[in-house]
C-alpha cells in the first residue's frame, strides 16, 4: 500500500501563488509515476500535471507555463507550484501514484480556491 497526504491548498486572489505538496509513504519502491489531479466543482477529474521517475514531465494544456511539478526523491515528495491562479483554477486537487502492477494510489485532496 502506499499512503499520500497533501497539504498546501487554501484561498487565494487570482494572479496569486500556492505550492502543493504530497508525501508518500509505504510501499513507495515501485513507484513509477506521481502527478496531480484536479476536479472542479461539478466536473470530472482531471489530470493537471505527472512527473516518473526519470523526471519526465507532462502537463494539462490549461496550465503549461503557470504550473510546475517537481519531486524531491530523497524526502519521497512532490510538489506543485502554481503560479499565475486563475478562478477557472479552483478545484480538489488530488495526488496520485502509480505503481507497477499494482495500479493507482490517491491522496484525499486539498481545496484550492481562487477569487476573482
Known amino acids: ?8 491548498g487554501g484561498l ?19 513507484i513509477a509515476v ?3 489531479y484536479r476536479q472542479p466543482p461539478g466536473k470530472q477529474r482531471e489530470l493537471v500535471a505527472r512527473i516518473t521517475t526519470a523526471g519526465n514531465t ?25 503560479n499565475s491562479l486563475k478562478p477557472e483554477d479552483t478545484a480538489v486537487y488530488y495526488c496520485n501514484a502509480f505503481r507497477a502492477s499494482f495500479g493507482d ?10 477569487s476573482s
Open 34 to 36: 506521481m502527478g496531480w
Open 58 to 82: 507532462n502537463y494539462a494544456d490549461t496550465v503549461k507555463g503557470r504550473f510546475t511539478i517537481s519531486r524531491d526523491s530523497a524526502k519521497n515528495t512532490v510538489y506543485l507550484q502554481m
Open 105 to 114: 494510489y490517491w491522496g484525499q485532496g486539498t481545496q484550492v480556491t481562487v
Open 12 to 30: 487565494v486572489q487570482a494572479g496569486g501563488s500556492l505550492r502543493l505538496s504530497c508525501a508518500a509513504s509505504g510501499s513507495i519502491f515501485s
Open 1 to 8: 500500500q502506499v499512503q499520500l497526504v497533501e497539504s498546501g
